[in-house]
C-alpha cells in the first residue's frame, strides 16, 4: 500500500538559514509527488510536484524539491529561509489507479526564529 | 481563476441543528472533493465527485451529506453532528479524479465547532 513518511515532527530554524524537509514515500511504480503548505487556519497551497523527467523540480516561493528513487525520498529544500515560511508543510503522493486523490503525511510545522 | 472559494468560513452549530457547506470553482475542473481536517493531522479523505457523480466516499457516518448540483458547486450538509465533528472542512477540485498526476487546488477551509 502507498504511504508517504515525513521523520520530522517539527522544525526549527533561524531566519536567512537554509531549510531541508524530509519525505520519504512507498509506492510499487513510479510515484506522482506533492508538496503542500498550509498557513494556520488556512487551506493547503501546492508549492510543487513531480511526475517525471528532471529529479529537480522548482517550485514556488524559492523551493525546490529533488526526487530520489534509490532513497525514496523527494526531500523539499530552500536555501534562505523567511519568517513567513513559518507554516505546516504537507508531502503527499497521488493515489494510483482509478482513485485520484492525494495520500499526505503527517506534517512536519516549520518555525523560524528571527 | 485558479480558485476555490468555502462559505461560510465559521460556523458554530449545536448536535440537533441543520448546515450546509458550500464549496465553488471555476476553473471547469470536473473532480471535487470534501476533506476533514482535525488539529495538527493531514487532510483526510471523506467524499470525492467526479464529473458530479459521487465515486469515493471513505465511510464517512451518514450525518454528512454531500452534493454536487452542478460542475462547479459542492455542498456538503451537515445533521446531527457530534462534538467530535469539529473540525476544519477542505474543499478541493482537480482537473479529474481518476489520474494520480492531477493537482488538487484546495479552498481555505470552513471551520466548524459543534457544541
Known amino acids: 500500500a502507498q504511504s508517504v513518511t515525513q521523520p520530522d515532527i517539527h522544525i526549527t530554524v533561524s531566519e536567512g538559514a537554509s531549510l531541508e524537509l524530509r519525505c520519504n514515500y512507498s509506492?510499487?511504480?513510479?510515484?506522482?509527488l506533492f508538496w503542500y503548505v498550509q498557513s494556520p487556519g488556512q487551506g493547503l497551497q501546492l508549492l510543487l510536484k513531480?511526475?517525471?523527467?528532471?529529479?529537480l523540480v522548482q517550485g514556488i516561493k524559492g523551493f525546490e524539491a529533488e526526487f530520489k528513487r534509490s532513497q525514496s525520498s523527494f526531500n523539499l529544500r530552500k536555501p534562505s529561509v523567511h519568517w513567513s515560511d513559518a507554516a505546516e508543510y504537507f508531502c503527499?503522493?497521488?493515489?494510483?489507479?482509478?482513485?485520484?486523490?492525494?495520500?499526505f503525511g503527517k506534517g512536519t510545522k516549520l518555525s523560524v526564529k528571527p | 481563476d485558479t480558485e476555490v472559494t468555502q462559505t461560510p468560513k465559521h460556523l458554530v452549530m449545536g448536535m440537533t441543528n441543520k448546515k450546509s457547506l458550500k464549496c465553488e470553482q471555476h476553473m471547469g475542473h470536473r473532480a471535487m472533493y470534501w476533506y476533514k481536517q482535525k488539529a495538527k493531522k493531514p487532510p483526510e479523505l471523506m467524499f470525492v465527485?467526479?464529473?458530479?457523480?459521487?465515486?469515493i466516499n471513505e465511510s464517512v457516518p451518514s450525518r454528512f451529506s454531500p452534493e454536487c448540483p452542478n460542475s462547479s458547486l459542492l455542498n456538503l450538509h451537515l445533521h446531527a453532528l457530534q462534538p467530535e465533528d469539529s473540525a476544519l472542512y477542505l474543499c478541493?477540485?482537480?482537473?479529474?479524479?481518476?489520474?494520480?498526476?492531477?493537482?488538487?487546488?484546495f479552498g481555505p477551509g470552513t471551520r466548524l465547532t459543534v457544541l
Open positions: 503527499a503522493v497521488g493515489r494510483g489507479g482509478s482513485q485520484g486523490n492525494l495520500i
Open positions: 465527485y467526479s464529473y458530479e457523480k459521487l465515486s
Open positions: 478541493a477540485s482537480s482537473q479529474e479524479s481518476s489520474f494520480s498526476y492531477n493537482e488538487q487546488f
Open positions: 509506492y510499487g511504480a513510479t510515484p506522482y
Open positions: 513531480y511526475f517525471s523527467g528532471d529529479t
